[in-house]
């Protein structure tokens, strides 16, 4: 299965919002609402911040949230602070019964 | 709050099998949950490995499929991962994470294997 395609990097100055890409198939992304998002900062676990396209999990700021049309999802950060600065993966179930995840966005705070 | 830690030789020769295992606390292997290894080579993006459900079922990524076994312990309250035949291209920070649905919810800290002679 072949990773989902992401931009390699995104950035913003501090209270802009910005827009990440995750592009699949019919078979993942397209196929099922079970995207999520995932947040990295350097020698970090990965942390969960969106589910099911567009949930937040408890804890996580309302200036992330997640959308999907067609074989396209996208993780929009509004109000961009200096700790959203990390590694960003999306990652969709697929029809393999298994999950596949995106290449990854650096998301820089100018 | 449920804690996963990883544990496991840090260096496994080529052609060998890499052995981790995932101890699983503040809650029960057995609540329902799948439980997944993910994993991330230096300096590159993540991978899911595969997955294993308290009743011993699992499902794997097609492109390891030939090489993963992830198997439970009950008793323990752990999981394993066993990848047999690795070459460099396995050198890797290895995770377990929780499954809630179809994400991943709770990640262990990674523990890194490096594959060399």
């Known amino acids: 299965q072949s990773a989902l395609t992401q931009p390699a990097s995104v950035s913003g100055s501090p209270g802009q919002s910005i827009t990440i890409s995750c592009t699949g198939t019919s078979s993942d992304v397209g196929g099922y609402n079970y995207v999520s998002w995932y947040q990295q900062h350097p020698g970090k676990a990965p942390k969960l911040m969106i589910y099911d396209v567009s949930n937040r999990p408890s804890g996580v700021s309302n200036r992330f949230s997640g959308s999907k049309s067609g074989n396209t999802a996208s993780l929009t950060i509004s109000g961009l602070q200096a700790e959203d600065e990390a590694d960003y993966y999306c990652?969709?179930?697929?029809?393999?019964?298994?999950?596949?995840f995106g290449t990854g966005t650096k998301v820089t705070v100018l | 709050q449920v804690q996963l830690q990883e544990s496991g030789p840090g260096l496994v020769k080529p052609s060998g099998t890499l052995s981790l295992t995932c101890a699983v606390s503040g809650g029960s292997i057995s609540s329902g949950n799948w439980w997944s290894w993910v994993r991330q080579p230096p300096g590159k993006g993540l991978e899911w490995i595969g997955e294993v459900y308290h009743s011993g079922s699992t499902n794997y990524n097609p492109s390891l499929k030939s090489r993963v076994t992830v198997s439970v312990d009950k008793s323990q309250n752990q999981f394993s991962l066993k990848l047999s035949s690795v070459t460099a291209a396995d050198t890797a920070v290895y995770y377990c994470?929780?499954?809630?649905?179809?994400?991943?919810?709770?990640w262990g800290q990674g523990t890194l294997v490096t594959v060399s002679a």
């Open positions: 994470a929780r499954n809630d649905g179809w994400c991943q919810d709770y």
């Open positions: 990652s969709s179930y697929t029809t393999s019964s298994s999950y596949v």
